[in-house]
């Protein structure tokens, strides 16, 4: 079955620790992306990249690192300069069809800081 | 850049009552919309999208129509079930293929 996997789904780290979560996708997209979910809140994009070796800062990128080695996977790594990590990490990929995008989410991974 | 308001909830209804959640846009351009669905604890699902003016996206019986002339894309239901208690999420394409989201609206249907 295609699709997006995110892990670990729930994961504990202290402050001042830096952690990355995982995102891999086998459907063959050329576009993924990082949302960021708060309580009561839309996501927030915090990067996406559109190519392998490529990528662009979204609207809340401080804090946060990617990288992009290969198509089917993106990490996204939360540093300790990030103020507020405790939130749901969402990803996604995507792929241009009729000159539209459309996405496909991942599981989500929730992301606990103390 | 793109943005989209939709209405604040929750929203509480009885089985089989009908629903709307009121979703409207600011864009440049013609983005396509669509409604995602995010069940408790879980990433978000595609429930609908149109591309263009005047189309209508419809799924597991909810529907919503791309209306241009009043920047509006509201999600409709006649008759919702237990199972459809949710969150729901509007979106509008972004100029990067990403998808700008509304704050989402939680929906909670009592037997």
């Known amino acids: 079955d295609g699709g997006i996997t995110q892990s670990p789904k729930y994961l504990f780290r202290k402050e001042g620790q830096n952690v990355t979560l995982s995102c891999e996708q086998n459907l063959n997209h050329d576009a993924m992306y990082w949302y960021r979910q708060d309580p009561g809140q839309g996501l927030r994009l915090i990067y996406y990249s559109q190519i392998v070796n490529d990528f662009q800062k979204g609207d809340i990128a401080e804090g946060y690192s990617v990288s992009r080695e290969k198509k089917e996977s993106f990490p996204l790594t939360v540093t300790s300069a990030q103020k507020n990590p405790t939130a749901f990490y969402l990803c996604?990929?995507?792929?241009?069809?009729?000159?539209?995008?459309?996405?496909?989410f991942g599981p989500g991974t929730r992301l606990t800081v103390t | 850049g793109n943005s989209v308001t939709q209405m604040e909830g929750p929203v509480t209804l009885s089985e089989e009552a009908f629903l709307t959640i009121n979703c409207t846009y600011t864009?440049?351009?013609?983005?396509?919309l669509f409604w995602y669905v995010q069940y408790p604890g879980e990433g978000l699902q595609l429930l609908l999208k149109a591309t263009k003016a005047d189309d209508k996206g419809s799924n597991k019986g909810f529907e919503a129509t791309y209306r241009k002339e009043t920047t509006s894309f509201h999600l409709e239901k006649g008759s919702v079930q237990v199972s459809d208690s949710a969150v729901y999420f509007c979106?509008?394409?972004?100029?990067?293929?990403?998808?700008?989201f509304g704050k989402g609206t939680k929906l909670s249907v009592k037997p």
């Open positions: 996604a990929s995507s792929i241009e069809a009729g000159g539209h995008y459309e996405q496909y």
């Open positions: 864009a440049t351009g013609y983005p396509s």
């Open positions: 979106a509008v394409g972004g100029s990067q293929g990403n998808l700008i």
